[in-house]
């Protein structure tokens, strides 16, 4: 008998009915393609202000506006597409992975592996590939993780193991064995790609360090932010998805940017529910969850004040987010109890 199970609505204890569940979960390309085409639309947009603004002090916030446009859905989009749930087209589906992925900087089939077995062990340390961050956090793994440093320098060394077919035992672990020739082959065209970007400044060719390049990089915090709050503070090695992942009050422009998955928990317990169908789902199962966290702002403010209190040995107790028991102290040395595995 193995010493774990995998994590999901059955090991958390959660029940929906088999028909409910299945008409949630019915697949199409309509509310993938709706989404696109608005994600399409907002990057237009928010370009033409970076194009009006460009030569002025304008264009500054016009590319952080820009930034958070591209990388939010960038990640969110390569996300779903990992899952297979953002379009009923496989071939769509695995186009939108591909590009998004390209944007969110990871080749795109490891994104998918790793983050399968991220659902399968979530938050069990020494099983999931994706923690991204050291537990408990302090300020200084804040700092590295909101900066983009520590999944920048992670995702360069994937692409640099998968360019040189170097795979890591990680890899070998989550990894179909006859998917490797194609991850080598897409991170040797993402490379390539990557460097023309690079070198384009130097024949004039400008449009993707305004476009593309300064506004990924201003953008990326507030893309991480997102990211950050979906387990940090948790339950560590525990069956239950209750304990280890974080739901949190939706904004309508939170939701379009993170494709509704603020409702991680519920995410995490059906992963084969598509984004648009979550809200539904959150509303079936929510007598058997604990009450979202507050929205985005608030949720990341109590986790930047938690991490700074303990990195100055203060209490960690938090005003109104949800927390595992041993991560609420009254201060003196933090004691490890992961490292981060991405």
């Known amino acids: 008998m193995p010493d774990y199970v995998p994590t999901n ?10 028909k409910t569940l299945k008409s949630i979960a019915s697949r199409t390309d309509r509310p993938g393609l709706i989404h696109l085409a608005k994600w399409a639309a907002a990057l237009g947009l928010t370009g033409v202000l970076v194009w009006l603004s460009l030569g002025t002090l304008w264009v500054w916030p016009a590319m952080f506006v820009h930034g958070i446009v591209l990388t939010v859905p960038a990640y969110s989009f390569s996300h779903e597409a990992a899952h297979g749930t953002a379009f009923r087209t496989r071939w769509l589906n695995e186009a939108v992975l591909w590009v998004t992925s390209l944007l969110y900087m990871e080749e795109p089939l490891h994104r998918r592996y790793t983050h399968t077995n991220h659902h399968t062990h979530t938050w069990h340390v020494g099983k999931d590939s994706q923690m991204p961050f050291d537990t408990p956090m302090g300020f200084g793994g804040w700092m590295t993780e909101v900066t983009g440093f520590g999944l920048l320098r992670f995702h360069m060394q994937v692409f640099w193991h998968l360019a040189i077919g170097h795979y890591t035992d990680t890899m070998k672990m989550v990894t179909p064995e006859n998917e490797f020739a194609k991850m080598t082959r897409n991170a040797r065209i993402m490379l390539a790609i990557y460097a023309l970007i690079a070198v384009a400044p130097f024949v004039g060719i400008w449009w993707p360090v305004w476009f593309l ?8 915090p507030v893309m991480l932010l997102f990211t950050l709050i979906q387990h940090v503070e948790l339950q560590e090695n525990s069956p239950s998805i209750l304990e280890s992942t974080r739901s949190f009050r939706g904004h309508w422009l939170a939701n379009f940017l993170y494709m509704n998955m603020n409702n991680h928990v519920e995410h995490h ?12 789902l959150a509303e079936a199962v929510q007598d058997q969850l604990p009450a979202p966290d507050p929205g985005f702002l608030r949720t990341n403010w109590e986790v930047f004040v938690v991490t700074l209190r303990r990195s100055l040995g203060l209490s960690t107790k938090a005003g109104s987010i949800r927390q595992a028991p ?10 490890r109890v992961a490292e981060r595995t991405m």
């Open 213 to 220: 390049v300064i506004p990924r990089i201003m953008g990326a």
């Open 9 to 18: 609505a059955a090991s958390s204890g959660v029940k929906l009915d088999k």
């Open 269 to 280: 317990l059906y992963p084969q529910v598509p984004f648009h169908a979550l809200p539904k």
């Open 326 to 335: 041993h991560m609420i102290t009254s201060g003196g040395p933090v004691e």
